[in-house]
């Protein structure tokens, strides 16, 4: 239990704690949480992005101390949103996390057009189809805190289950396309299994409940473009406090992606997260950047 001296701080997944009392965890056995330790990283996300809305300022943190952000995505069932996996990069670089793009249900479709649409990214990816081999996956967690992000029914507990089998997390069936009922409903933090020959920390992996959108009005509108490093370095010829808006007219990244030195695509889902943040669109009917209805 939380010791009443830690006030309105809450303690998160992966946290680290002062214990006291009984710590062996026999049954009935009762120790107090009596600290928390600084956070070496804080995954946070909005239900909204507009600040300015309460909804907005809502804050949740969705993990502390994670090390790599695992952005599950399917390839199908429900399909794929780059728009979705931009708003996980923005938040990953503002948190300083390194992320992973697991793109799940390889057996069903392509990675073709999602890969095509990051190729001036240096984003790491994975192929994960039901009988895939998880080496990569693995030696990729080894040693570190790993987060799983992602719509409901992309496969994030389906993966937990293959890393760690006696998680036992329930795994559901995707109800509608991109509507998969929340199976998971809380964030929870696995060890995994230590590899027979090796003497180095295994890791952890956290498995998240699906969310809809990841809302970032906790991030500056000049922090965003951290999750755009492909678009980062054409705004050197922007004139001064340029807002890098449609309709500012010497804004650089429109010549910088005439010239072919980026993808358009990229740049109109960094002016529409731009827009929702000052609140002129609504993120979760924004459309995707490969025509599919949400
Ligand atoms: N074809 C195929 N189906 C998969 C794969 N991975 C997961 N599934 C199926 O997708 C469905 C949803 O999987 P879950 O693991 O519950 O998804 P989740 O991301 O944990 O969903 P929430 O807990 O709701 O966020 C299940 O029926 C899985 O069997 C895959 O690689 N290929
Ligand atoms: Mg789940």
């Given at each position: 239990m939380r010791a009443r001296e830690l006030g309105r701080k809450s303690v998160v997944v992966g946290d680290r704690v002062g214990l006291v009392g009984d710590?062996?965890?026999?049954?009935g056995a009762l120790a107090r949480i009596v600290r928390i330790e600084a956070r070496r990283s804080v995954l946070r996300r909005t239900a909204?992005?507009?600040?300015?809305t309460a909804e907005g300022r809502l804050?949740?943190?969705?993990?502390?101390?994670?090390?790599?952000?695992?952005?599950v995505s399917a390839l199908a069932d429900p399909p794929p949103r780059t728009g979705f996996i931009d708003r996980c990069l923005v938040a990953a670089y503002d948190a300083d996390i390194e992320p992973l793009l697991c793109l799940t249900k390889a057996d069903l479709a392509g990675p073709e057009k999602v890969l095509d649409y990051y190729t001036e990214l240096e984003l790491p990816y994975l192929l994960i189809r039901?009988?895939?081999?998880?080496d990569a996956l693995r030696s990729l967690l080894t040693g570190r805190v790993s987060v799983l992000v992602g719509h409901s029914g992309v496969g994030k507990s389906t993966l937990v289950n293959r890393l760690v089998p006696e998680a036992e997390r329930a795994v559901g069936t995707v109800s509608a396309i991109g509507r998969g009922r929340h199976t998971s409903t809380s964030a929870v933090a696995l060890r995994l299994p230590a590899p027979p020959d090796a003497q180095q920390d295994p890791g952890w992996i956290v498995d998240t409940p699906g969310v809809r959108s990841f809302g970032l009005a906790h991030v500056s509108a000049e922090s965003?473009?951290?999750?755009f490093p492909d678009l980062v370095e054409a705004t050197a010829a922007c004139p001064a406090n340029c807002p890098h808006t449609a309709d500012e007219a010497d804004c650089a990244l429109d010549a910088w992606v005439a010239a072919g030195r980026a993808d358009p695509r990229r740049l109109a889902s960094y002016r529409r997260l731009l827009a929702s943040r000052a609140g002129e669109t609504d993120s979760r009917t924004e459309p995707d950047p490969h025509g599919r209805p949400e």
């Open positions: 710590t062996s965890g026999s049954s909204e992005d507009d600040a300015s804050e949740r943190v969705v993990v502390a101390n994670a090390d790599q952000l695992v952005i039901p009988d895939s081999p998880l965003l473009l951290h999750g």
